[in-house]
């Protein structure tokens, strides 16, 4: 045994190295993306990105179905994605044990939505168990396996961002690795009607046993305290009532928060005299208190909306909350920006100055909607842009077909843009897609896509041909360009959305932050031919800024892409090399 001071996400790929998981198929998606990253380095498991989180919940199954303990893991709007497979996986049970890890993004720190995954767990009829540090993240991965295969169900592993990205120190150890033969069982694992049928009261059952076993469960436990307030909570929330209460007041720790135990809540209330639900985002532990007959306060108290705060609990109770420092001045925004030489930016500057309707797609591109630019005005979730570029297309006609494109990441497009431009292809509106190759998965931290040609590991894998795909879909036209090169990507656009046909633009150039791609030399100012202009200004650079009314450029941000030096119309902008050599 040793002990680590470790992240969540990284202790719960350590429970699932201890657990004898011998398969991992996932999709990135932050918070839960270092999951899978960390559990690729040990070797004695297979890892691999899919192409989407339906794909990769599908393939871990398969694995389970094989006799070997499998996982996958997604963010929450990862598991809409995965659903289909989930819900009817809860009918079928499993082979070898099987988790699903969930990671919500309660304050929306890098998300579209705030979604609470619990209400997944209630409705597919399956465990949810849910860790509040690092220790019990490993020790909860664990469990999740033997609840899997005791009572023959996938698991869900409930994350958050919190929980995910903050260290605690845990207790690491051995590996032990079960092995289950594969044995054939039509009326188990064939669902078409006859047998789901037969399959659904052995899935009311399974719940009603689940909950005897949350009765009793180590990881639903009673910390009493002051009895005049009882509190029930779970996940990050317990570690925010701990700290503002101590043993003032009594706990009621849940670890599993589906199924919800009876009598143990109800034992519970009987020995405090006021009752409280501390929990993020929907009132899912509070509505259940209330069904059993029981007076409790939570929602009335605390919101529905946000990442809670131990000060914030601290005032909704009337507890004290300590004095917060201010700072004299204010601190001025700072929103988020496209990277310097970030090759999605010549071609938003493109697309905005031709006036086009942009619709948008989920990815760091999607920064394509901050000022300066402001050249998106839709996004929706993953593959939505070219869904919706048909539809609204197929609706205004004409006069938006020639003004109006959908872009898509090169990653996103695997994972669920193909069906959209398929139906483009299929139903033929006069649509233009925009896929935006920037040879990498970038919104969740460089990871390899099915169109990189790398796996997880780095390792040479099976590469997509975008181009001969898009033909194979029925694309006639598919033209390829460099968004570095501003009148390249002029002339295209405006080639291709005159024309009276589908087309598909590819936009490559591999992302600035890149390991493999070469730092040019810096570009730099000609103060005597600068006049303040601040044409350069408009493609929202943070490289670039003005300072006593001319442009300046700061050499330890620049890449050297060269595309302020194409809008400035009087040669005041150029590589430092150029400089020097002359």
Same mark, same amino acid.
């Given at each position: 045994m040793a002990k680590e001071l470790m992240l969540g996400n990284k202790a719960v790929a350590r429970g699932l190295y201890e657990a004898g998981v011998c398969f991992i198929s996932s999709y990135p998606g932050t918070p839960s993306t270092e999951i899978t990253e960390e559990a690729a380095r040990y070797d004695e498991i297979y890892c691999e990105w899919a192409p989407n989180e339906k794909v990769a919940m599908e393939s871990a199954f398969g694995a389970s179905l094989a006799g070997r303990r499998a996982f996958c893991a997604q963010k929450h709007v990862g598991l809409n994605v995965a659903a289909d497979p989930l819900?009817?996986?809860?009918?079928?049970?499993?082979?070898?044990?099987?988790?699903?890890?969930?990671?919500?993004?309660?304050?929306?720190?890098?998300?579209?939505?705030?979604?609470?995954?619990?209400?997944?767990?209630?409705a597919a009829k399956v465990p949810?168990?849910?860790p509040s540090d690092s220790a019990e993240a490993l020790a909860f991965a664990k469990l999740a396996y033997e609840l899997s295969e005791q009572f023959d169900t996938p698991v869900l592993l409930k994350m958050c961002t919190r929980v995910a990205h903050s260290q605690a120190l845990v207790e690491?150890?051995?590996?032990?690795?079960?092995?289950?033969?594969?044995?054939?069982?039509i009326s188990k694992y064939v669902m078409m009607p006859g047998n789901a049928i037969r399959r659904h009261p052995i899935v009311e059952q399974r719940t009603r046993d689940l909950t005897a076993w949350a009765e009793t469960a180590p990881i639903n436990r009673v910390e009493m305290?002051?009895?005049?307030?009882?509190?029930?909570?779970?996940?990050?929330?317990?570690?925010?009532?701990?700290?503002?209460?101590?043993?003032?007041?009594?706990? !009621?720790?849940?670890?599993?928060?589906?199924?919800?135990?009876?009598q143990l809540i109800k034992d519970f209330a009987a020995k405090v005299d006021k009752l409280a639900v501390v929990e993020e985002l929907d009132p899912i532990i509070e509505n259940h208190v209330r069904s059993l007959g029981l007076e409790v306060h939570g929602k009335d108290m605390l919101p529905l909306t946000g990442e809670y705060m131990p000060n914030q609990i601290a005032a909704a109770f009337g507890q004290p909350v300590p004095e917060s420092v201010s700072l004299p001045d204010a601190i001025p925004p700072r929103p988020p920006v496209m990277c310097p030489g970030c090759p999605h930016r010549g071609m938003f500057y493109t697309l905005k100055k031709n006036g086009c309707t942009v619709l948008g797609d989920i990815g760091c591109y999607t920064l394509g909607a901050v000022a300066?630019?402001?050249?998106?005005?839709?996004?929706?979730?993953?593959?939505?842009?070219?869904?919706?570029?048909?539809?609204?297309?197929?609706?205004r006609g004409p006069e938006s077909e020639?003004?109006?494109?959908?872009?898509?990441?090169?990653?996103?497009?695997?994972?669920?843009?193909?069906?959209? !431009?398929?139906?483009?292809a299929y139903n033929q509106s006069n649509s233009t897609v925009i896929i935006l190759d920037n040879s990498i998965t970038g919104m969740t931290g460089h990871q390899q896509n099915p169109t990189t040609g790398y796996?997880?590991?780095?390792?040479?894998?099976?590469?997509?041909?975008?181009?001969?795909?898009?033909?194979?879909?029925g694309f006639d036209r598919v033209r390829v360009v460099d968004p570095y090169n501003l009148a390249e990507c002029d002339a295209v656009i405006k080639e291709e959305l005159a024309a009276d046909a589908p087309s598909v633009i590819i936009s490559r150039r591999p992302c600035a932050l890149l390991k493999t791609v070469k730092r040019q030399p810096a570009f730099s100012v000609n103060a005597d031919k600068c006049v303040g202009c601040k044409a350069c200004m408009r493609i929202?650079?943070?490289?670039?800024?003005?300072?006593?009314?001319?442009?300046?450029?700061?050499?330890? !941000?620049?890449?050297?892409?060269?595309?302020?030096?194409?809008?400035?119309?009087?040669?005041? !902008?150029g590589s430092t090399a150029k400089e020097a050599q002359a």
């Open positions: 819900y009817t996986m809860s009918y079928t049970g499993v082979n070898a044990g099987f988790v699903i890890c969930v990671a919500d993004d309660a304050g929306m720190h890098s998300s579209q939505n705030e979604q609470d995954s619990r209400h997944h767990a209630i949810m168990l849910e690491t150890g051995e590996r032990v690795v079960p092995d289950r033969p594969y044995e054939k069982n305290g002051g009895t005049a307030l009882g509190i029930i909570t779970c996940s990050t929330s317990y570690q925010y009532v701990k700290e503002v209460f101590g043993d003032s007041v009594s706990v !009621l720790k849940l670890g599993m928060t589906n199924p919800l135990p009876v300066p630019l402001a050249a998106m005005e839709m996004t929706l979730c993953m593959g939505a842009s070219i869904g919706a570029l048909h539809g609204f297309n197929k609706m020639h003004k109006t494109v959908a872009v898509i990441g090169d990653s996103t497009f695997m994972h669920s843009g193909m069906t959209g !431009l398929a139906n483009v796996n997880i590991k780095g390792d040479p894998a099976g590469k997509i041909d975008l181009e001969a795909l898009c033909r194979a879909m929202g650079c943070p490289a670039i800024s003005i300072r006593n009314k001319k442009a300046c450029v700061d050499v330890t !941000l620049c890449v050297g892409c060269g595309v302020c030096g194409q809008l400035c119309k009087f040669g005041a !902008l």
